[in-house]
């Protein structure tokens, strides 16, 4: 960081190499065509969509965790994505960013590890709440803007399991009270109901299990109905955007449809001895309509299945079976792949949106791999695997940049005699106001500051010939670290570097 009385001068220095992308959350408002992606190595990228889905484009990368991004969300109340939450598990932190200039509005650390993160915009007061479960017993919200949990969900009995999945809605003919319906690791079905402008709390705070460092005291509320169903450990619960009632649960080895009104169980799939499937382990879904469902698998694939007419909603026949051996089993239909899904290090993330008959289909992977489908449902038929009809990757979109940039190594490979491979260590001499580089090679060299970035965004090359550059031999391998101690502390001699 360059600085003197007047000016203070940020600068980062990266390779020309892409850093590691491997994608770890995403999250995609389809109104204003933000697409943001969390990584395991705490970057945060921002891409905008155009074309009609047929080109995506990088607009900010964000450094603000030093773990892995576990969950990116924001609110989808307005076309345009003004601020989003990013939460890292391993360090507990929570941060609140400026989608337009990519600062960091607000930050908290806590001791918490998350499994389900949902933001929720209720509209009476068009007020956004960060609703949270994970390692403990209760549900958590967060007031958005101040990441201050107002709220918490606790259920009844004193020891209960933990939560593995939440949704959170508002009926339309209640639109004044927020539901919530919480599945327990142990199969149990919770649901509160509550009004934020006139809730208060129906227990003691003291027995909550979180750590609480607000300046307010949250208001506990406990469940007002429970259900046990048959589900397994680790279940996700997802709700049909079209008709809430129709509810899919996923666990590893099946999926269920059940209807929200009373959890009455419409139709299920165990996976058996179809080529297709039979080594699958399903991590979640999504209703792209009513009599259609899409299961993402643990190996990076999708799956379309048909709904049987009695587990679909507007069909006449809904709810026509009379006990589980009636039930009509789904169809498989088709299978969406890129290709390479043997070859992944890591789960791929998949982000699902239907308009109209069409739906779009978003999968991201470790290798930074963005992939897009579009799927038109009126014509989906059984098919063995459907390719994307898009595709992008950060590291080709990375070394085309490149390509057609002037870098340090560039400039620098201009004025020397001697080709640079690789510069592999850097340091500000904020006092001398030079760069020092090191080099594959083992030799360093330091250059002006203000001369390098001059010549790097204004293209002045009249000035290579007057460049002052030092350079010091005395490694024969790899420089991996510069430090000028002077920068850090004064009493040190100005002329050491190290």
Request: with cysteine; proline share 4%; glycine share 4%.
């Given at each position: ?5 007047r ?22 408002n ?5 697409l ?15 074309s ?36 890292s598990?391993?360090?507990?932190e929570?941060k ?7 600062h ?16 929720f ?7 956004n709440?960060l609703i949270c ?9 967060y007031?958005?803007r ?9 259920p ?19 639109p ?7 599945l327990?690791?142990s ?7 509550f009004?934020?402008?006139?809730a ?7 027995g ?23 589900t397994?450990?680790g ?16 666990h590893?080895?099946?999926?269920h ?40 698998s643990?190996?990076g694939?999708a799956?379309?299945?048909r ?7 507007t069909?006449?026949?809904f709810r ?11 169809r ?27 739906c ?11 992939s ?9 038929a ?21 390509s ?5 190594r ?9 080709k ?9 001499l904020?006092?001398k ?14 250059v002006?500051a203000?001369?390098l ?7 002045n090359?009249?000035?290579?010939e007057n460049?002052d ?27 050491h570097l190290?």
């Amino acid at each position: 960081m360059a600085s003197s009385s007047r000016i203070l001068l940020p600068f980062a220095l990266w390779p020309e190499s892409p850093p590691s992308l491997s994608v770890s959350s995403l999250f995609i408002n389809f109104a204003s065509d933000d697409l943001i992606t969390g990584t395991n190595d705490g970057f945060i990228v921002c891409w905008k969509i155009l074309s009609d889905h047929q080109k995506i484009i990088p607009r900010l990368m964000l450094i603000g965790h030093t773990n892995q991004v576990a969950f990116i969300v924001a609110s989808l109340s307005t076309h345009q994505i003004e601020q989003f939450v990013s939460i890292s598990d391993n360090d507990g932190e929570i941060k609140l960013w400026n989608n337009q200039d990519g600062h960091c509005i607000e930050h908290i650390r806590t001791n918490l590890k998350h499994r389900s993160v949902q933001c929720f915009n209720y509209q009476s007061t068009n007020e956004n709440f960060l609703i949270c479960c994970g390692c403990y017993a209760e549900i958590l919200i967060y007031d958005m803007r101040t990441l201050e949990i107002k709220y918490t969900l606790t259920p009844s009995n004193v020891n209960a399991d933990w939560i593995s999945t939440f949704f959170v809605f508002q009926k339309a003919n209640a639109p004044d009270v927020i539901i919530a319906i919480g599945l327990l690791d142990s199969g149990c079905v919770k649901l509160w109901a509550f009004d934020p402008r006139t809730a208060t709390s129906n227990t003691a705070i003291e027995g909550t299990s979180i750590g609480n460092n607000n300046s307010l005291v949250p208001v506990d509320l406990k469940e007002h109905e429970s259900k046990e169903i048959r589900t397994q450990f680790g279940s996700m619960i997802v709700p049909c955007d079209e008709c809430q009632r129709m509810m899919l649960i996923v666990h590893g080895q099946g999926w269920h449809i059940f209807d929200g009104i009373d959890f009455t169980e419409l139709c299920s799939y165990v996976i058996d001895d179809n080529d297709i499937v039979k080594n699958e382990h399903w991590i979640n879904g999504y209703f792209p309509t009513q009599d259609l469902v899409l299961l993402f698998s643990a190996r990076g694939y999708a799956h379309f299945f048909r709904l049987p007419e009695n587990a679909t909603f507007t069909n006449p026949k809904f709810r026509s079976q009379h006990n589980k051996t009636d039930m009509q089993l789904p169809r498989w239909l088709c299978r969406l792949s890129v290709g390479n899904e043997l070859k992944l290090p890591l789960t791929p993330i998949f982000s699902c949106h239907t308009k109209l008959k069409h739906c779009q289909i978003y999968r991201v992977d470790a290798s930074g791999q963005i992939s897009v489908w579009q799927i038109n449902l009126k014509q989906l038929a059984a098919f063995n695997d459907i390719l994307p009809t898009s595709s992008i990757s950060y590291k080709d979109i990375w070394t085309h940049a490149i390509s057609n940039i002037r870098t340090i190594r560039k400039i620098l490979n201009d004025i020397l005699p001697n080709k640079i491979n690789k510069l592999t260590a850097s340091c500000h001499l904020i006092t001398k106001d030079r760069l020092a580089f090191g080099t594959d090679n083992g030799k360093i060299y330091i250059v002006p500051a203000l001369q390098l970035i001059s010549s790097l965004f204004l293209n002045n090359d009249h000035e290579k010939e007057n460049f002052d550059i030092q350079t010091l031999v005395g490694h024969n391998q790899t420089i991996t670290c510069l430090i000028h101690p002077h920068s850090e502390y004064s009493r040190y001699d100005i002329k050491h570097l190290v």
